[in-house]
Nanobody
């Protein structure tokens, strides 16, 4: 049974930092590209960042470039999202997702999802 479990969310002031983690189990983690997505109330789920199986290729949404960094540890079956210089508009539930093959920025191409972790950035 595949499980993706996010952690590390919370309340932070604007300009602060958080690091999200996603722990994977029940899958051959090193075969999967991983993505981070977020969904704010009343908005569609959007791609934030993605990384291929070995970390050699990454993607970032324009809104987070230069502030967020995605990485992974295949030995520990973990993927991280380091979020710096947080803004109130980064407030959302953050989800990690997995797909075989290379990364994608489309949520429709991921078939394994975590339950999400809330990130709230106060102004």
């Amino acid at each position: 049974q595949v499980q993706l479990v996010e952690s590390g969310g919370g309340l932070v002031q604007a300009g602060g930092s958080l690091r999200l983690s996603c722990a994977a189990s029940g899958l051959t983690f090193s075969s999967y590209a991983m993505g981070w997505f977020r969904q704010a109330p009343g908005k569609e789920r959007e791609s934030v960042a993605a990384i291929n199986w070995n970390g050699g290729s990454t993607y970032y949404a324009d809104s987070v470039k230069g502030r967020f960094s995605i990485s992974r540890d295949n030995a520990k079956k973990l993927v991280y999202l380091q979020m710096n210089s947080l803004k109130p508009e980064d407030t959302a539930v953050y989800y990690c997702a997995a797909r075989l093959s290379r990364w994608s920025s489309s949520r429709y191409e991921y078939d394994k999802w975590g339950q999400g972790t809330q990130v709230t950035v106060s102004s």
